[in-house]
């Protein structure tokens, strides 16, 4: 499975493959021209409670990873279209958070790759 991650603000690359934008929210300031995403899975985000909940507070990380995976339970439709992307060849999660290993991508990641 070829699965990367990659901040919204940072430029896009040949080598990004699929890219997925997965925040429930559009990144501030950036155009659909910049972002270069072919898709948005807003519904793949975590609840708008349990984003403004965790509040990117690094002493909440594994309790927000656990709330989220039980999220994504029951996303099942969206998460197999992320695994026979990345199956098919590279996918990029993009997210706008500022904290690089704090984040809805990073532990989406993580799910993704713990439940193939």
Do not use: C
């Amino acid at each position: 499975m070829s699965l990367y991650l990659k901040r919204a603000f940072e430029p896009p690359q040949p080598q990004d493959g699929y890219r997925v934008l997965v925040d429930g929210l559009w990144p501030r300031g950036l155009s659909k021209d910049a972002l270069q995403v072919q898709e948005w899975l807003k519904e793949i985000a975590p609840s708008r409670e349990l984003r403004r909940w965790f509040g990117h507070d690094p002493d909440r990380w594994e309790e927000f990873r656990r709330r989220y995976f039980e999220e994504l339970e029951a996303k099942g439709e969206a998460l197999t279209e992320l695994r026979e992307r990345a199956r098919q060849g590279t996918l990029t999660l993009v997210y706008a958070a500022r904290d690089e290993e704090h984040n809805n991508a990073v532990a989406l990641r993580d799910y993704l790759l713990r439940r193939k």
